[in-house]
Structures are given as structure tokens and as C-alpha cells.
């Protein structure tokens, strides 16, 4: 079984960032050494705004040695200098956004479909996002994504797989157990209504059993 890197949290904004809190709360997050990815993803704001908030959250990452992603837009990754840009299906092409951003990370959402990952993957994507596996607190379930689909697109696909929607403390473990490389995680964080953002980045662990050679999460 192959262990999880230790940062294995790929971390996404909320849906509206309005408040100075969230920029401390994301520091405090990210100072938990387990987020490997911060994605901003602001659907509804001004390309404007959007670039002031990236500023912002750029100083917070790279203090906390956090990869930076921008959602959907390579013009604005590349103006902001964030480390990649994460794209739909029904945005930029992987091959054009890689002319806008050459070396840069390209992540892109392949839904639950081995054929649309084995086409980024033919396209150098660097990493691809699967799911959801659960109900999502952010957006609506469109596709659905199961353990058994994690194994099939595992089985055929090199580069790292991103496991996304509704994940949360209770739920991890097993995509983790079944090889998932790095977990999205949003609402569980930023719309907790039992847990504060670092209390919440707390409960999701993991150890190495020597024994077992197995996840034990708690």
C-alpha cells in the first residue's frame, strides 16, 4: 500500500472571501504541515477582485510552503505568479493553458471518467481530480465517484489523483487506504459549524501502524 505523502490536503477556498478572518484562519490552517495545495475559487467575483484577494493569499502560501492554484483562469495564475491554475472540463484546453503557463501545475477535473483521465493525462496534466465521493457542501453533486472508480482510474493513471467532494473527518480514511494522493477538502473547513478551520484541519490525521503497514486514522 502506498503511504500518503504528509501533506496530503489539497485545500480550496470558500465560494465568498469578505472578512479578515478568513486570511487568518488560512494561515493557521496552513501551518498545520498538511495542506500540500491552496485552490482559490471565486465563481462570482470580478477578475479584479479576485486578483487583489490572490495577492493576499499568495504571501500566506508561500510562507507555509503551500502550492498556489488558481481555479479556471491561466491569464490570472500567470499575473498573479501562483504555481498553477486548475482547470473544468468546460474551460481552456490543458494544451493552451500549458502555452500561457509553460512549467507551471495544471490540474484538471476529470468527473468519474477513466476516458477524460486517461486524455489528461496523454496531455501532460500534473495532476487530475476525481469524484464526488460524497455529498458537497459547496456545490452541487453532478457526478459520482465511489471506491470502486478510484481503483479503476488508479489501475491506469500515473500521475497523481485528487479525491473531491464532501470530505470530511468522518469520511477520509478509505480514499486514503485505497490510494488516493491528495483529498480536496472545503466545506468540512470553512463551513464547520461544530469545529473552528484549525480545529477542523486537526481532526484529519493519519500514522503508520509498523505492524499493519495500514492507515490508522483517528
Not at 44 to 67: D, G, H, M, S
Not at 158 to 173: D, F, H, L, S, T
Request: aromatic fraction near 10%; proline fraction near 3%; include cysteine.
Amino acid at each position: 500500500m502506498k503511504i500518503p505523502n504528509k501533506k496530503f490536503v489539497y485545500l480550496i477556498s470558500p465560494n465568498k472571501i469578505n472578512s479578515k478572518s478568513f486570511y487568518i484562519n488560512l494561515n493557521l490552517v496552513l501551518k498545520s504541515n498538511k495542506v500540500k495545495f491552496f485552490q482559490l475559487r471565486l465563481k462570482k467575483e470580478t477578475t479584479k477582485k479576485k486578483f487583489e484577494i490572490a495577492k493576499r493569499i499568495l504571501k500566506i502560501c508561500k510562507k507555509n510552503k503551500v502550492k498556489f492554484i488558481i481555479n479556471d483562469d491561466p491569464y490570472l495564475a500567470r499575473k498573479v505568479k501562483a504555481d498553477g491554475c486548475h482547470l473544468g472540463q468546460n474551460d481552456m484546453n490543458i494544451t493552451e493553458a500549458k502555452k500561457i503557463l509553460k512549467k507551471k501545475i495544471i490540474g484538471i477535473t476529470c468527473h468519474n471518467s477513466l476516458k477524460l483521465a486517461r486524455i489528461a493525462s496523454l496531455k501532460n496534466a500534473d495532476y487530475i481530480a476525481i469524484g464526488a465521493f460524497f455529498k458537497s457542501l459547496t456545490k452541487i453533486v453532478k457526478f459520482k465517484a465511489n471506491i470502486a472508480t478510484l481503483k479503476k482510474i488508479k489501475k491506469y493513471i500515473r500521475i497523481p489523483i485528487v479525491a473531491i467532494g464532501g470530505i470530511n473527518e468522518k469520511n477520509y480514511k478509505n480514499l486514503l487506504l485505497n490510494n488516493a494522493d491528495f483529498l480536496a477538502i472545503s466545506g468540512y473547513i470553512w463551513k464547520n459549524k461544530k469545529y473552528k478551520p484549525i480545529d477542523a484541519i486537526e481532526k484529519i490525521k493519519w500514522r503508520l501502524t509498523p505492524e499493519k503497514l495500514e492507515l490508522e486514522c483517528f
